[in-house]
Nanobody
Framework: QVQLVESGGGLVQAGGSLRLSCAASGRTSRSYTMGWFRQAPGKEREFVAAISRSGGSTSYADSVKGRFTISRDNAKNTLYLQMNSLKPEDTAVYYC??????????????????WGQGTQVTVSS
């Protein structure tokens, strides 16, 4: 089992940057494929990015491709999401997730076993 804690959210102006972190404790994070999701008020949770156990493969939602970068440091048991060129439509609660299965780069929330509590990102226009 793994526990996930996100940090790094906040208020930023459009065009700005933030870096989210997700610290994993318990079983080592390299045992999990991991991802970032977000949920805006009144909307369903949506996929943002995913990364394989080694960090060698990544995938992104079209809406963030070229602006966001997912990475991981398995030695520190930490997942990151670098967000650049932020837009007001990026405003949401951001969640990190982990899955212990063998399939990499999962993009559906129901495919993940473990979730953090979320961190709020607000982008002002």
């Amino acid at each position: 089992q793994v526990q996930l804690v996100e940090s790094g959210g906040g208020l930023v102006q459009a065009g700005g940057s933030l870096r989210l972190s997700c610290a994993a404790s318990g079983r080592t994070s390299r045992s999990y494929t991991m991802g970032w999701f977000r949920q805006a008020p009144g909307k369903e949770r949506e996929f943002v990015a995913a990364i394989s156990r080694s960090g060698g493969s990544t995938s992104y939602a079209d809406s963030v491709k070229g602006r966001f970068t997912i990475s991981r440091d398995n030695a520190k048991n930490t997942l990151y999401l670098q967000m650049n060129s932020l837009k007001p439509e990026d405003t949401a609660v951001y969640y990190c997730a982990a899955d212990s299965g063998l399939v990499a780069l999962l993009s559906r929330p129901q495919e993940y076993d473990y979730w953090g509590q979320g961190t709020q990102v607000t982008v002002s226009s």
